[in-house]
């Protein structure tokens, strides 16, 4: 099932949740009115609420895609974990060792943006990189999980641009700053749960660059996996329902390249994950509205 968070190009109410089928959205605020409209708290209403979802498939209102736009499945993240060197061929495109234990950093939660919503080359930097990543949706509580049960805490999966802003990445030892731009957080186009995806750790994953491909690999290549960063994270502190994990990149960022390519004003951005679908930003300079 493919969760979606939407709101409709024509005026037929707010921003609300919905399962996508084919090329159609079975809008669960009509079919199920009973079921939370937000996804944080769909997710933290379990497996009943996923069941309920599950029914109206069969029965509820379709509106067509085309006249929806797909938000980001979840606006704001409790938390919005990542992961970095862990694919090899990244590791070794870094010049670095490969890591004994996981390397983890926060992307602040408000950088999330929708699966095809602008990002921003930030008044502050010109050095824009893309990072594809399989990102992961925590479903319910979890602390001291073993790997062998984190399976059962996942509810499902959604492609992720760990977008990054290289020169504030590298100037501290920690990467918040650097990772945490507004709209640097593209993800979606829904969240696909985990009985739909079999194997998380058998998709295919590729990123674009105005259709040049830049990143190609598959996630059985991850150096710690789904399961096992669920135990990690678990370990020191509990996962809620709704939290993401962006599990790493594989080689091919743009800093890396020989030579290096930055993204620009202008450029498309587009990763694919087999399985899940595939989000597609274009870059854009930062507006001058943005202040607050
Ligand atoms: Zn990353």
């Not at 921003?120 to 925590?138: N, R």
């Not at 399976?151 to 992720?160: H, L």
Request: net charge negative; aromatic share 6%; proline share 8%.
């Amino acid at each position: 099932m493919k969760l979606a968070t939407f709101s409709p190009i024509k005026g037929q109410g707010p921003t609300r949740i919905g399962v996508v089928d084919g090329d159609e959205i079975v809008d669960l605020a009509a079919a199920a009115p009973d079921l939370p409209q937000e996804m944080v708290a769909f997710l933290e209403a379990g497996a009943g609420a996923v069941g309920a979802a599950r029914e109206a498939v069969g029965t509820g209102p379709r509106i067509p895609l085309a006249d929806v736009r797909l938000e980001a499945p979840i606006a704001r993240p409790p938390k919005f974990l990542a992961v970095g060197l862990n694919y090899a061929d990244h590791v070794a495109e870094s010049g670095l060792e490969t890591p004994e234990h996981p390397t983890i950093f926060n992307k602040q939660s408000t950088c999330v943006t929708g699966p095809n919503d602008p990002v921003h080359v930030p008044k502050a930097s010109h050095v824009l990189d893309y990072e594809g990543e399989l990102g992961f949706v925590i479903g319910r509580h979890a602390r001291h999980v073993s790997r062998d049960d984190a399976a059962d805490y996942i509810a499902g999966y959604t492609v992720v641009n760990d977008v990054t802003v290289r020169d504030w990445q590298f100037r501290t030892p920690t990467w918040t700053m650097g990772k945490s731009f507004d709209t640097h957080g593209p993800i979606g186009p829904w969240i696909i749960t985990a009985d739909e995806v079999g194997d998380p750790h058998q998709l295919r994953l590729r990123t674009f660059v105005n259709g040049d491909l830049r990143q190609e690999s598959n996630t059985k290549e991850l150096i710690f996996n789904c399961f096992h960063l669920v135990e990690y994270f678990s370990t020191a502190f509990t996962l809620e329902p709704g939290d993401i994990v962006a599990t790493g990149t594989p080689g091919g960022v743009g800093i890396l390249s020989k030579p290096p390519k930055i993204l620009k004003a202008g450029d498309v951005v587009r990763v694919q994950i087999e399985g899940i679908g595939e989000i597609e930003n274009p870059i854009i300079d930062e507006p001058g509205d943005t202040a607050r």
